[in-house]
C-alpha cells in the first residue's frame, strides 16, 4: 500500500512564506507526476501546481511567481514553496501523485494540511 502524508501547513501573515511537504511510503512503486491541489470553504477542489517525472511543471494563474513545486526523486517526496501569502490563498492543500504498482496505475491523495493566511 502507498501512502502520501502532507505537513508544513499552518497559520501566516499575508506576505509570509510557508513551504509544504508531500512524502509518499510504501513499497514497489513508481511515481509519475506530483501535484498541489487546494480546496477553499465552499469551493471546488482546484489544482495549484503539478510536476511530471521529466519535470515539466504547470501552475494555476493566480500562483504563478509566488509558488513553485519541487520534487526529491530520491526520497520521493514533493514540496511546495509558497511565498508572498494572500489570504485568498487559504484552504486544505492536498498532495496528488499518479502511482504506478504491480496492479497499474491509480491517483492517490494525502490527508490534506490546512493554510491559513491571516490579514
Known amino acids: 500500500q502507498v501512502q502520501l502524508v502532507e505537513s508544513g501547513g499552518g497559520l501566516v501573515q499575508a506576505g509570509g512564506s510557508l513551504r509544504l511537504s508531500c512524502a509518499a511510503s510504501?513499497?514497489?512503486?513508481?511515481?509519475?507526476?506530483m501535484g498541489w491541489y487546494r480546496q477553499a470553504p465552499g469551493k471546488q477542489r482546484e489544482l495549484v501546481a503539478s510536476?511530471?517525472?521529466?519535470?515539466?511543471?504547470n501552475y494555476a494563474d493566480s500562483v504563478k511567481g509566488r509558488f513553485t513545486i519541487s520534487r526529491d526523486g530520491a526520497k520521493n517526496t514533493a514540496y511546495l514553496q509558497m511565498n508572498t501569502l494572500k489570504p485568498e490563498d487559504t484552504a486544505v492543500y492536498y498532495c496528488?501523485?499518479?502511482?504506478?504498482?504491480?496492479?497499474?496505475?491509480?491517483?492517490?491523495w494525502g490527508q490534506g494540511t490546512q493554510v491559513t493566511v491571516s490579514s
Open positions: 510504501g513499497s514497489s512503486f513508481v511515481i509519475t507526476a
Open positions: 496528488n501523485a499518479y502511482i504506478f504498482r504491480i496492479t497499474g496505475g491509480a491517483d492517490y
Open positions: 510536476m511530471t517525472s521529466a519535470g515539466s511543471t
